[in-house]
């Protein structure tokens, strides 16, 4: 699984537990509906860290929180 592979799969998870939708999260984080359906669709594979800032504070959680999954421990490197 690449990286934008486990950052949606994240964001679908965080929605989860909070038990709200990705328009929510649009609404929380300062995000266009547009923006959300982009990256989750996959229009906009390589959000930047500005929008997954957003995100996370719109989550009330910190970017260490967001990465810290075993998904991501274990990406394998992207360049060979």
Do not use: W
């Not at 929605?15 to 609404?27: D, M, V």
């Not at 229009?43 to 967001?66: A, H």
């Amino acid at each position: 699984m690449g990286v934008y592979s486990v950052v949606v799969k994240r964001i679908y998870e965080l929605c989860a537990e909070r038990n709200i939708t990705p328009n929510a999260l649009s609404y929380m984080s300062g995000i266009s509906q547009s923006t959300i359906k982009s990256i989750l669709g996959g229009e906009s594979k390589n959000p930047g860290i500005v929008t997954l800032k957003k995100i996370c504070d719109g989550l009330d959680i910190s970017l260490i929180d967001f990465f810290d999954t075993e998904e991501f421990r274990h990406l394998e490197q992207e360049i060979k």
